[in-house]
C-alpha cells in the first residue's frame, strides 16, 4: 500500500478511500484516470469505496495539488499525479491517446511572449489536438 506520507504532507488525514485512490493513481499504466476509470479499477479489487467517494477524494487531491485535473474531451475530467516536471499534451481526437511531450523551444517562446507582452507568466497548459500515428496509419487504404 502506499506511504501515507504524500498525504499527511498535504494536510490530509490518512484514510483508507486516499490510499486506495492514490495508490491507482501511483500504479496505473494510464497515467490520465478519469473518477470513472479510478472507480473501475477499485471495482476490479472488489474495494467497497463508492464513486462519489472518489470524486470527493479526487477533489480533494486536487485542492491539495496532488493531482492536475484536464478537460481534454469535453466536459469529461481526467486526473493526473502532480509530479512537478511541466509538460503538454497532445491527443488523438480518434481514439482518445494522450502523449506527453516537453519541448524547450516552445516554452522559451511561451516566456518570450509573456514577457514581450509584460504579463508575468505563473502557469501555463499547451494541448493539441490531431490524430495519431496509429490511427492515421489505419485510414491508409490497403
Known amino acids: 500500500m502506499v506511504d501515507s506520507a504524500d ?8 484514510t483508507l478511500p486516499r490510499l486506495r485512490v492514490l495508490s491507482i493513481l501511483e500504479n496505473s499504466k494510464i497515467r490520465h484516470l478519469s473518477a470513472e476509470d479510478v472507480y473501475k479499477e477499485l471495482l476490479n479489487e472488489e474495494d467497497s469505496v463508492g464513486l462519489a467517494t472518489v470524486y470527493r477524494v ?9 493531482v492536475i485535473r484536464h478537460h481534454f474531451e469535453g466536459d469529461r475530467s481526467v486526473f493526473e ?13 480518434q481514439c482518445g491517446k494522450v502523449t506527453e511531450f516537453v519541448d524547450r523551444r516552445i516554452e522559451s517562446l ?19 489536438y490531431g490524430i495519431c500515428a496509429r490511427c492515421q496509419n489505419s485510414r491508409l487504404p490497403k
Open 110 to 128: 511561451q516566456e518570450k511572449v509573456a514577457e514581450d507582452h509584460g504579463f508575468s507568466l505563473q502557469d501555463h497548459s499547451l494541448t493539441l
Open 58 to 66: 479526487l477533489t480533494q487531491f486536487e485542492d491539495a495539488g496532488l
Open 81 to 93: 499525479l502532480n509530479d512537478e516536471d511541466h509538460h503538454d499534451h497532445m491527443i488523438c481526437d
Open 7 to 14: 498525504l499527511k504532507q498535504a494536510g490530509l488525514k490518512t
